[in-house]
């Protein structure tokens, strides 16, 4: 019997890989992790829609589903190829569409970041350490 808290995706959800949670660990790994809860024997496939290929690692996704963005942070089955996509510099990642009823396995971090990718979030921390000379500058 699977776990009460194991959200499904729906047809149409799209993901967007989660920034800086290359920290967050598990001890056996985030695929054998999400095949333990969700009683999986085999290793899945990729969970994005038009990848065929085996899944290699437990990826950190934000979910969208329409206009809604859930506040967790999830773990799915997905390809390092998939799990690498990156947007252009300063630009948020592309949006990947995630197939019917896959499995979400919850983990403890939050969706605090409400910019689309690393690159634009290194920008903002960098805008707020010039933020207070910029204003010394204008204030003298």
Known sequence: MLE???RKTKSGDYVINAC???SDKAWTGWLKRWMQRTKQQKKPF????GCN???T???HVRVIRGSQEFASIYVIPMCSGCN???GKKFEPPPLMEVQKNILLLETNLHNLCRYRC???CQY???RKKRWPRILQLFFR
């Open 4 to 6: 009460w808290f194991l």
């Open 20 to 22: 800086n949670t290359s």
């Open 46 to 49: 990729c969970s994005v829609v």
């Open 53 to 55: 290929k085996i899944a």
């Open 57 to 59: 690692l437990g990826a």
């Open 84 to 86: 690498n996509r990156q």
């Open 118 to 120: 690393r690159h634009y």
């Open 124 to 126: 903002k921390a960098q």
